[in-house]
C-alpha cells in the first residue's frame, strides 16, 4: 500500500461520508480561492492543525509534505516577481544587463505575496482532502457524481503510476545517499543519471507488468467501477 493511503486509511475521520468530506474540502477551497490574506493565513494555520491532527502526523512529517511541491511554487514565485524592462524606473530594485534592466516592482512583490499565500492555503485544503479521504472513497465520490467513467480509469492510472514514480525515486534517491552517490557534483551527477536510468526501465518494467495482468483478467477496455 501506497504511503499517502495507510496515511489517508488510518484518519480519524475514516468513518466519515466522503462525500460530505469532498464538500467542506471544497467549499474551504473556495474560500481559500477568494478570500482576502488575513483569512488564507487563518486557513493555512487552522486546516493546518486539523489535517495533522486528524491524519495522526506530527509537525515534521506535514511541513515534509509540503517540501514536494515547494520547488515549483518558489519556480512560480520567481517569475512572477521578476521581470525585464528597458528602464529602471519600472523597478524598486534592479540590476542592469546590458541595455536592459532585471528586477521587482511594487506590483509584482504584491502579487507574488498573494499569490504565495493563495497556493500555500490552497495546498493545505488539498492535503486535509488526500489525508482524510482515501482513494477507493475518492472514486466513490466521481462515481456518485457521474463523471465520465474514462476520466475515473484516466485518474485511477495517473495516481497509481504518480505516487509508485515517486516512492521508487525516494528509494533510490535514499539507497544512493547511503552510498555516498551525492558527496560531490560529479557523483552528483552520475548518481542522477543512473536514477533516471533506473525509474524509465522500472516504469516500462511496471506498465509491461501491468499490461499482462490486465489481459489475464479478460480486460475489455473499462475497469469495474462500484456504484
Known sequence: MLLIDQIAYQNRMISFS?????????IVLLLALISQPIIQVIIVFFIGGVTMYVARLSLKKYLKW????????VISL??????ISSSSSDFNHSVEIGKFYLGMSSESIVMAYHLCLRSLSCLCCTYFFIFTVPFQQIIYVMTKL?????????IMLMYRFIFIFMEVTLKIHTSQQLRFGYNNLKTSYRSMGQLMQTLVVYMI???QQM???LEIKFYDGEFP???
Do not use: A, Q, R
Request: no cysteine; aromatic share 12%.
Open 18 to 26: 466522503p462525500m460530505k468530506k469532498t464538500l467542506l474540502y471544497l
Open 78 to 83: 520567481v517569475t512572477i516577481m521578476v521581470t
Open 146 to 154: 457521474k463523471l465520465p467513467s474514462f476520466l475515473i480509469e484516466i
Open 66 to 73: 509540503f517540501l514536494l511541491p515547494l520547488p515549483f511554487l
Open 225 to 227: 467501477l462500484g456504484g
Open 205 to 207: 518494467d511496471h506498465y
Open 211 to 213: 499490461k499482462i495482468s
